[in-house]
C-alpha cells in the first residue's frame, strides 16, 4: 500500500510569486486535507477535498486555493505570497470525506516553503 | 481560539519509565480524538484514537484515556524507549466535520 506523498521536498519562493504544491493520497483514499505548520505550532486545517470537490475550509484567505483530481491526487496553490505563509505544509488522505466520523487521516511528509 | 491545548511543551522520561501527556479540549462537540508522533523532516504519524463512546484505548504500549467531563485526555507510553522521542501531538474532531483541531504538541525526551 502506498503512502501519501508529496512535492517538493522544499521551495524558496520570493514574496508576492504564487507556488502549487503537489500531493498523492494513499490508495483507497478519496478525501484530501491540507495543513500548515508554522514553526512551534500544531497543523492548522486549510482546507478539504473529496470527489473533487471543496468540503470545507479553515481561516485561510481565498488567495489559498486547490484542486482535487479524478485519481483523488491534490494541489495546493498559493497566491501573492507572504512572509508569513513560511511553513510546513502538509497534506492528509483518509476514505471518509462529508464528515465522516471517526476517520483517521493519514499524513505525507509535507513541504517546507520559505518566503523571502 | 485554541480548542486543543497541549500544555507542556515538553517532557524527558527515562528509558523504560512510563510517559504521560495530557491534552485538553473546549469544544464539547468533538468525538473522536487522535495521536499523531512526527519525527523532524517527517509528517505525522497516526499513533492511535479513541471515540467519544469509550474512557480507554490500548494498543500495545500505547494507551490513551479519556475524561470527557474534564474535557481531558492523556496518553501513556510504557514502557518509554529512545525511539519514542519526538513530538507527539493530541488532536481533535467532530463528526459531521471535516477537520482536525490539533494542538501545539509536546516533545518527548527519552534518556537512556
Known amino acids: 500500500e502506498t503512502g501519501v506523498t508529496q512535492s517538493p521536498t522544499h521551495l524558496i519562493k520570493t514574496r508576492g510569486q504564487q507556488v502549487t504544491l503537489r500531493c498523492s493520497s494513499q490508495?483507497?483514499?478519496?478525501?484530501v486535507s491540507w495543513y500548515q505548520q508554522a514553526l512551534g505550532q500544531g497543523p492548522q486545517f486549510i482546507f478539504q477535498?473529496?470527489?473533487?470537490?471543496?468540503?470545507g475550509r479553515g481561516n485561510f484567505p481565498p488567495r489559498f486555493s486547490g484542486l482535487q483530481f479524478p485519481n483523488y491526487s491534490s494541489e495546493l496553490n498559493v497566491n501573492a505570497l507572504e512572509l508569513d505563509d513560511s511553513a510546513l505544509y502538509l497534506c492528509?488522505?483518509?476514505?471518509?470525506?462529508?464528515?465522516?466520523?471517526?476517520?483517521?487521516?493519514?499524513f505525507g511528509p509535507g513541504t517546507r516553503l520559505l518566503v523571502l | 481560539d485554541q480548542q486543543v491545548k497541549q500544555n507542556s511543551p515538553s517532557l524527558s522520561v527515562q528509558e523504560g519509565r512510563i510517559s504521560i501527556l495530557n491534552c485538553d479540549y473546549t469544544n464539547s462537540m468533538f468525538d473522536y480524538f487522535l495521536w499523531y508522533k512526527k519525527y523532524p523532516a517527517e509528517g505525522p504519524t497516526f499513533l492511535i484514537s479513541?471515540?467519544?463512546?469509550?474512557d480507554k484505548n490500548e494498543d500495545g504500549r500505547f494507551t490513551v484515556f479519556l475524561n470527557k467531563s474534564a474535557k481531558h485526555l492523556s496518553l501513556h507510553i510504557v514502557p518509554s524507549q529512545p525511539g519514542d522521542s519526538a513530538v507527539y501531538f493530541c488532536a481533535a474532531s467532530t463528526s459531521g466535520d471535516y477537520k482536525l483541531s490539533f494542538g501545539a504538541g509536546t516533545t518527548v525526551t527519552v534518556r537512556a
Open positions: 492528509a488522505s483518509s476514505r471518509g470525506g462529508q464528515g465522516a466520523a471517526g476517520e483517521t487521516q493519514y
Open positions: 477535498y473529496y470527489r473533487e470537490e471543496e468540503n
Open positions: 490508495s483507497g483514499h478519496n478525501t
Open positions: 479513541i471515540s467519544s463512546i469509550k
